[in-house]
């Protein structure tokens, strides 16, 4: 290739922001993001140039490559229209905002600001269409806040008019990403740019594996209160327009299936998702609940939000004092009739598919044929030669911390009961199950018979099966509360010893059934 004289690019002003970058609150993902945006700018502004190129099945490629040794390296390319000799100062100059600030870069300090967070020492080479000069810019921050150095040598060699491309290289990565930060990255990134990916606008790829965002199916079924009526889709559109060129539309609507992790808002502006992305969806407990709630598990949504301002590293919204009133709208909206999504979502339980059953049939008989072969022997042999439980339940029980407690009142064969169901995060209980049994009077004398059961939280077969999880802490519970009534009313029924039960029991959930 023919090289061209070097020519130079100011980076005035503003040369000492630059050492101060690597300390922004960026997520790596969302760090990426910048060149990405960039990326996706440049196609939308000269999409007209590239398809008369290219022809219109033309796509925009965006590859990130992470090498991470030898201190670590990340390459960004892309296929775009490159940087025009009209933006290159622009493009270089800590905070030299766009003309245009309609689009996607809008602050002027995406891609410094992006590479200084990863690191010290970074090139770029480019290409602009119709330009026919590759130009290429190396940084070293450190050298040049030390020198004070307000210009740059910019590295000019003849191309082909058609070429079209920017590569950036950052190299000696303040912070390495691994495998699960990685894993992560991914996620987001297709999270963040879905619509484009959607759209066929943009192939994202990361170390070669392009990003495909996984869309949620929704729910088709009748709402739960009249289940025999014809399956609905349970998907709203949203529309709302606040005055003052605030407005916000999109869809809500139902998972099919619940999730954790997966389940929430995502806010989009422009196309490009703000907040949401990944695990760390928008879920404001005000619509969504606590976390261990159903709806939490099964409202989703895209919303596009225009008119409000964003963070300038474009991870959240500023709502000022819009956000209450939003989701005041939003609550009452989703909610109402004939679609009512939050009470379908707190209500609607799926029946899992034959298949699904017989699969998970197949895994659990499984493993539990191999723990009863395994472990149970020794504790049954135990219990064989073990004195029943001849004693009644106790009238109190020893002092426990517990994390949770309630109090039932309930009428029985015309005589005034209490169930107190409580759940002990206290180590020293040592039962999974225990139970005491009293008569109390209250103030007016009435005679109450309170039957009180334990569920021990810090216990091995709890941990195993349940750990914190409310969907499934509630079945063991519930399993608990039934031992406790059936060797309660088998008592009152005459039956003797039925203690025995439930001491068998505890063991063996203690000594062979929590085991692996």
């Keep these: 290739m023919k090289v061209n004289k070097a020519e130079r690019v100011n980076i005035r002003p503003g040369v000492s922001i630059l050492s101060v970058l690597r300390h922004l609150n960026y997520k790596p993902w969302y760090a990426l993001a910048e060149f990405v945006d960039n990326s996706i700018q440049s196609y939308v502004e000269y999409k007209s140039e590239l398809d008369a190129v290219e022809g219109h099945q033309f796509k925009l490629q965006v590859a990130i490559e992470l090498d991470p040794n030898d201190g670590g390296q990340i390459i960004i390319r892309d296929n775009a229209a490159g940087i025009h000799e009209k933006d290159f100062s622009r493009a270089f100059r800590p905070a030299e ?198 709806i939490y598990q099964r409202l989703f949504g895209e919303l596009h939000l225009e008119g409000f301002e964003v963070s300038h590293t474009k991870d959240g919204f500023r709502w000022e004092e819009h956000e209450e009133i939003f989701l005041e709208l939003l609550k009452e909206y989703i909610e109402k009739p004939p679609l009512p999504l939050l009470d379908q979502a707190e209500g609607y339980r799926a029946r899992p598919k034959p298949r699904e059953l017989i ?14 072969q395994r472990e149970v022997s020794p504790v049954l042999e135990q219990q064989f030669v073990s004195k029943p439980e001849t004693q009644n339940p106790p009238q109190v029980l020893p002092s426990a911390t517990k994390a949770s407690q309630r109090i039932i009142d309930v009428s029985l064969n015309d005589a005034h009961w209490q169930i107190a169901l409580e759940l002990s995060d206290d180590p020293s209980v040592g039962e999974w199950i225990s139970i005491y049994d009293h008569t109390l009077t209250n103030d007016a004398n009435d005679d109450i018979r309170r039957l009180g059961v334990r569920l021990a939280l810090d216990h091995p077969f709890t941990e195993r099966f349940a750990g914190a999880d409310p969907m499934k802490l509630e079945p063991l519970l519930r399993l608990a509360v039934a031992i406790a009534l059936a060797e309660t009313t088998a008592r009152v029924s005459g039956v003797r010893m039925t203690g025995t039960i439930r001491r068998n029991i505890n063991d063996l959930l203690r000594n062979a059934l929590s085991k692996e």
Aim: net charge neutral; proline share 3%.
């Design 97 to 294: 905002v766009p003309l245009d600030r309609s689009g996607l870069s809008e602050f002027g300090m995406g891609m410094k600001s992006a590479s200084c967070w990863f690191a010290d020492r970074w090139t770029v080479r480019t290409s602009a269409l119709y330009e026919a000069t590759e130009k290429t810019v190396d940084f070293n921050i450190e050298k040049i806040v030390e020198d004070d150095i307000e210009e740059l040598v910019v590295k000019a060699q003849s191309s082909l008019h058609t070429n079209h491309y920017t590569e950036i290289s950052l190299k000696g990565l303040h912070k390495i990403p691994h495998s699960k930060t990685v894993v992560k990255i991914k996620d987001h990134l297709a999270s963040i740019y879905r619509i484009f990916i959607r759209e066929g606008i943009l192939e994202l790829r990361f170390n070669n594996e392009i990003l495909q965002y996984q869309e949620p199916k929704i729910l088709t079924a009748p709402y739960y209160k009249t289940p025999e009526a014809q399956p609905v889709l349970w998907k709203k559109e949203i529309k709302f327009d606040f005055g003052f060129g605030l407005k916000i539309t999109g869809f809500v609507a139902l998972r099919e299936t619940g999730s954790t992790a997966s389940a929430g808002f995502g806010l989009f502006r422009r196309n490009r998702l703000i907040e949401g992305s990944g695990e760390d969806s928008y879920r404001p407990e005000a619509i969504f609940g606590r976390h261990n709630s159903f």
């Design 359 to 372: 699969r998970g049939a197949e895994i659990v008989t499984q493993r539990t044929a191999e723990v009863l």
